[in-house]
């Protein structure tokens, strides 16, 4: 008798564990489906662009989770306050992209390093703001961005060749930096396609060897690239109406 009534309490209790487990659960099922519903709600509002979720899911990943639109995915926070695309993290909230901004920060450069030796200075107006741009003398965008540049006043340009596009833009480089105004040859060359003399082979043009390298330590990997005086850089054409709001700025 007293082993039936020990055999029965151990089922009484594995019955009472049993439900305290499905009670338990029952919560968190319940959290579950609010905390899908509080991150649809948040990314189809916040991001309408996104389109139809079809799907969220736990991700490995602890706090993370899954969020499919078609075939596409995507990774957020469980408010949807932040999202993961194409490995950038979205502030769905402001709009701003967190990882751009952290590599702009990275990649920030000390204006006031860089070696000006090694480039020549083209002074419009007063000169009173200051740029530095990289270009290539083959680089269509330079060229493009050069005749934009002339609408520009009251700025110093320090201008560092950076001929990479090939062992043409090399030699372009070393007949540039070989002439006595450089500044003038230059714009000569990239405004109106008259092309710098010949360049004496006793010139120095360690100076083309050193920019190369100086883009290669900053990642500057395409032409034009302009920095600003507070480290900004911007790579790429822009529009005369664009660097004069960058310049205003800093």
Known sequence: MKLIHSALAAALLAA?????VVQA?????????????????????????L???DEVRRSPLPGLFEVRVGTDLYYADADGNNLII?????????????TEERQEKLLAVDF???????????????GKRKLAVFED??????????????????????MYLFPILGPDSVEKSRNHWCVKDKGRAWQDWMVRNDA???ADAGCDVTAL??????????????TPTLIFTDGTRVPGAIGAADVEKLLASK
């Open 86 to 98: 194409n490995g950038q993290i979205l502030d769905t909230k402001t709009k701003r992209n967190l």
């Open 51 to 53: 389109g139809k979720i």
């Open 137 to 158: 003398p083959n680089c269509g965008y330079c060229k493009r961005f050069e005749r934009d540049l002339q609408k520009i006043d009251n700025v110093t340009v320090y």
């Open 16 to 20: 009472g564990l049993a439900a305290g």
């Open 25 to 49: 659960q029952a919560p968190t099922q319940a959290n579950a489906a609010q905390q899908e519903a509080t991150l649809r709600k948040n990314l189809e509002q916040r991001l309408p662009a």
């Open 196 to 198: 710098a003399p010949k």
């Open 112 to 126: 006031d390093a860089l070696p000006v030796k090694d480039a020549f200075t083209i002074v419009r107006g007063n």
């Open 209 to 222: 060897a050193r920019n190369v390298e100086l883009g290669k330590k900053h990642k500057i990997t395409g």
